[in-house]
């Protein structure tokens, strides 16, 4: 058995196949999801998983390089704020784009992972980096 925080076999195998650049989405309940990425269903009901619980596992295991998220999940919040299904587990800001362009990246991704999330806009992009 492992002895890091990611259990789920196909989502540690997609991981550990990514390559410098190639980006990795977490997805609320809603977001569509292309026919081109593989599709990680981890929605159980609405709610479970959390993206938060969903983003520090891959976290864990996953070097980033750098993040994307839609303006609108950050709407109203003060400046340098972000959402709190996000706050405090990137090393960096994301940056944000649009939704709409947020759901055409996601046709590139290497997989999409849905959740159970229901809080609106609550997508992430996530590009591989480098460990070296």
Known sequence: MKRTALLHAELSQVIAALGHGDMLVIGDAGLPIPDGPRRI????TPGIPRVADVLKVVLSEMQVERALIAREAI???PVGQLPAWCEGQL???PETVSHEEL???SARAKAVIR???CTPYANIV???????
């Not at 996530?126 to 070296?132: D, H, I, Q, S």
């Open 41 to 44: 269903d981890l929605a159980l």
């Open 75 to 77: 709407g109203q919040l």
């Open 91 to 93: 090393a960096a800001l």
């Open 103 to 105: 759901k055409r990246l």
């Open 115 to 117: 959740t159970g999330e």
């Open 126 to 132: 996530l590009y591989a980096g480098v460990t070296f």
